[in-house]
């Protein structure tokens, strides 16, 4: 058996829930990365943001998944926040593999003002948009 597990990353895109109360990641840009089965959370962001080249200091990635099978039911994405979200991950990549599940991957701008003032991360939509307290901040490359 094979120690690599090959994952679909889609970025660039927002959940929503749709009208049969399910939930959907809405993106139009995917891209494949290979790691280690027994990939680590930190080792998994380290990955992700080099393939999609984002600056880990201005940026925090939400990586969610949904689980295959309960794809029809009104359950919220699992969002891989440590090790042990990340083995639920690769495992379920694992289980089945004509039924894999993407990475989906949210990028949340990180604003110096907020952090200084409120301690928070302030949301954008795509990474792409600036946003008034965090105009010196690098955009990401646009793909």
């Known amino acids: 058996m094979s120690s690599l597990v090959r994952i679909v990353v889609s970025f660039d895109g927002d959940w929503k829930k749709t009208d049969q109360d399910n939930w959907r990641f809405t993106s139009l840009k995917a891209k494949g990365l290979i790691v280690q089965k027994e990939i680590t959370y930190d080792e998994l962001v380290k990955k992700v943001s080099e393939l999609l080249q984002v600056n880990c200091g201005s940026y925090k990635m939400d990586m969610k998944f949904i689980v295959p099978g309960m794809v029809s039911m009104p ?69």
């Not at 090790?83 to 289980?95: A, G, K, Q, T």
């Open 75 to 143: 359950i919220a994405p699992i969002e891989i926040q440590n090790d042990d979200d990340v083995r639920f991950f690769i495992s379920e990549n694992l289980s089945n593999v004509d039924n894999r599940t993407p990475l989906c991957v949210t990028l949340v701008r990180i604003s110096p003002d907020s952090i200084q003032e409120y301690g928070e991360i302030e949301f954008v939509g795509k990474y792409g948009e600036k946003s008034p307290s965090s105009e010196d901040m690098a955009r990401p490359p646009s793909r």
